[in-house]
């Protein structure tokens, strides 16, 4: 054992011990050497075809469920989420490993365009095939806040793996057993699939640093904060060849009420509100940080019942020690701005080392930059705003955002447009009645934002779409159908969907099409 | 006139005399208020609408015809390159504006998903409705050697604009008569659409990187060489909110010559390399800069009929001095790497100021990383391999291209397939039996590829994905109809296509959908 290199510890997030010892934080050679594995097995990876991934990926989501039990106990232990939830993130995980498994069955990512000669067009056309091929070896970053489904088997893995792509995990330090437990229910099916090297898995930040700056690799994802994911993406730019860096940083997630909303069910609203920026222990990317509430009668009630019930707003446990001290000093620093009242929660670090939920109040008229960071934790604030122009302006003052809702009155259609235009510039999904911290994987989910959400607002780490993230297109010049790969040649042996000679395939472009 | 402001000056490139002042650089302030302006101009081109867009980009077009003449004498003027390929250039830029207005005609580039609630999913699903909406304003980098297809009038402006984003454009400074030119018919059929600002233009360096930094841009789009472009790509990248810059740097096109090919059409293969390396004198991005024939008898005759043929090509006149400052430059450099023979050309460049057409030569066991550096102009290098294994060690050593042509044998598939292989991994566009330098306008162009070809392998500058840099995804979540983009509603008034549910709309799923 290499004195020189530092443990990598599990610790229990309920008493802040650590509990065991999970190996040694990986040296410089040991990534480089990772890497240049990962980049000898894309060909290998490219070998199995869209049909040998997909089952490779669900062959990951069987292992991950039959060392469930192990996992959970592992993941609950490292991050106080409890069981119930992390058994729902271990199905949505597995879920997410299938359906993405699914999406590249399909083929439709290869985006195929065939264009067939045209010695007719300006400039003269010879025949073009184009398709998407994989970027090569993927850095994978897991995130604190979702062990499973954000982690070493997560979204990014999965759609790494699934555009063909091997991929090297960078373990969230909070979680290093579980990290090391859902890496060898993967690396079991990869050693099956016969690509061994399709996943493996780094721990430490200077492993961090050198997977970035490796040159095998091709791009990154990180789910994480803005300051730790804003030093990873300067790294990827000013390699001396950059790298696409997909990043999921910060988020205040804006939530509006109107006025006709606040009159019609405010206690209700005041009520699923709470549910969801105390979720999970506001440890949720999607949490609502803000929250424009108008002032007057129907918004002042609004305000008391969140006031009172977040009073009796149960204390948790976060992920981390580090993170409850964030929390504590995030929440004393948006207390302290100007015309900021706490309506509820005390102090928000009990003795007992667990966090307190906190609703905090000002005046629109008082907003500042200062209340637009991102608080990780149980905490949202509430922007009592006196006018529509005043809302309105506030809310073009916000930063990118991953998610803005809108809770509207029965039938409103005038200030709900107007918020929609002003928010649609400035987020990645707008959720109308109801509450941003659910993210279903599905095919039209996005999840992303302009900058701080994401690095590149035009990606998403969640749902079909975040396959892209890993693909590059390539076109086919006049080449012989014997050289072409399967999916860009005339006879479609793989029916992939493609788009011929300028028509989508199975569509009609005209009504005798 | 403020005479702290440089004068922008209209050179003629045959002569190199400066023949006009045609204004000032713009000054910071300029800068600014034009992309505030374009800024504010974003709803406006979103009102258009998709048919508006379109209806203007077919405007464009007819405005650039109406001035063809004044245009093609300035452009000619400008760049030396002569009035049928700049004739043919204009038609190529006219029909580039209906292309990619027919392409948003079609609208599957907004990439339209529709995923009805499913509350048996896990987690359980919403009404989800994701569509591409544009990123807002972008600055474009006119480039020298096409001063109509890739400047103002060029694919970035036109795929921008079709996407929905307003243009401000930085004139290349080679060609600042033309730009103007050119974006005064731009500008007609925007003051006629009512969205005078959807175009601007600046001048000047300084200019350039005041664009770069403005917090209203959202994206960069430059084509031009590694080292201009890697100074603004690393200023996008380190904005507060850092930008997308799609950059389209250096490229040095290998060409492949195999064995088989050499024996059947060594001749001729040696008369098209001479075309498409001295076309427009050498001066296009897909100039094949770099050509790997084999040793032995074939492809000794091939050097041979290439050194014959080079020593008889007529001197050019490039865009402008500096230009054959560096080219002269860059072949003196070329010239003196270990090993290198020069087969055809005398002096760089002649006493009258006119390049000469230039062939070097080199063993494979020489090659060495100063060879795969891109020199602008009439210059190639032949690598002489001598053994397979040789040729794809030596082609995996090269950085990022543009495109990579294959020369091969007639039904020949082994060596063809390995250097198919080893090639998609570090190109764009692979050729057959050609020649890269066209570069075709169509749904399937690839115009990318690993950097230095581009500083991001996913996009295209040219075609119809081109129009794909200038979109991100939004996603509504259980939005009522009415308030809903009429692309997501569920009547579809605008007949885009869709995937509704997981099904491409028009396509079957299986045998019986």
């Known amino acids: 054992m290499n004195h020189a290199t530092p443990d990598v510890v599990s610790v229990d997030a309920r008493t802040g011990e650590a509990v065991e010892v999970i190996g040694a934080e990986s040296t410089p050679a040991e990534v480089a050497a990772l890497c240049a594995a990962a980049d000898a097995a894309v060909p290998a990876l490219a070998a199995l075809g869209v049909a040998g991934r997909a089952a490779l990926l669900h062959d990951m989501a069987t292992e991950l469920e039959q060392d469930g039990e192990t996992i959970l106990a592992l993941a609950d232990r490292e991050s106080a989420l409890g069981l119930p939830r992390l058994t729902g993130e271990l199905a949505r995980t597995c879920a997410q490993l299938r359906f993405l498994a699914d999406v590249v069955t399909e083929g439709s990512h290869l985006g195929v365009v065939i264009d067939h000669p045209d010695p007719a067009a300006v400039p003269p056309r010879p025949d073009l095939r184009r398709m998407m091929v994989p970027r090569g070896p993927v850095a994978v970053f897991g995130a604190s806040n979702f062990p499973l489904a954000f982690s070493v088997p997560g979204g990014d893995t999965a759609s790494a793996l699934a555009a063909g792509c091997p991929v090297v995990v960078k373990a969230h330090p909070a979680h290093p057993a579980t990290s090391l437990a859902t890496y060898g229910a993967l690396r079991r099916a990869a050693v099956r699939a016969g690509v061994p090297d399709a996943v493996s898995l780094v721990h430490g930040q200077a492993a961090g640093v050198a997977l970035v700056t490796d040159p095998h690799i091709a791009a ?58 105390t979720l999970g222990m506001g440890q949720f990317c999607t949490k609502p940080g803000l929250a ?110 991953l998610t803005a809702t809108l809770h509207m009155g029965e039938g409103e259609e005038d200030l709900p447009r107007r918020v929609i235009d002003v928010v649609t510039r400035r987020t990645g999904r707008v959720v109308c009645d109801g509450y941003p911290t659910g993210v279903a994987v599905s095919w039209a989910m996005n999840h992303s934002g302009p900058y701080p959400a994401a690095t590149d607002s035009a990606h998403t780490s969640v749902g079909a779409a975040a396959v892209q993230r890993f693909l590059r297109p390539i076109a086919y010049q006049d080449t012989p159908q014997r050289l072409l790969p399967p999916e860009l040649r005339d006879d479609n042996p793989l029916g992939v969907p493609r788009r011929v000679d300028g028509v989508l395939a199975g569509t009609a472009t005209s009504p005798t099409g």
Chains 1, 2 share one sequence.
């Open 220 to 277: 990154v994802a990180f789910t994480g904060s803005v300051r730790g994911g804003r030093a990873l993406f300067d790294l990827a730019a000013a390699r001396p060849e950059p790298i696409p860096f997909f990043g999921e940083l910060g988020s205040v997630n804006p939530l509006v009420v109107t006025p006709a909303a606040a009159a019609e069910r405010g206690a209700s609203i005041a009520e699923g509100l709470l549910g969801s920026f």
């Open 292 to 401: 424009f509430v108008p002032a007057g009668e129907h918004g002042t009630a609004l305000q008391e019942a969140l006031a009172t019930r977040g009073a009796d707003a149960p204390t948790g446990t976060l992920l981390t020690r580090s993170i409850l001290a964030a929390y504590a000093e995030g929440v004393r620093e948006l207390a302290a701005q100007p015309g900021v009242r706490v309506l509820a929660g005390a102090e928000p670090r009990d003795l007992a080392g667990r966090a307190t939920p906190t609703v905090l109040r000002v005046p629109g008229a008082m907003f500042s930059e200062a209340l637009t960071e991102e608080c990780f934790g149980p905490v949202t604030v509430l922007v009592e705003y006196a006018t529509e122009e005043e809302l309105l302006a506030l809310l073009g003052r916000l930063p990118g955002s």
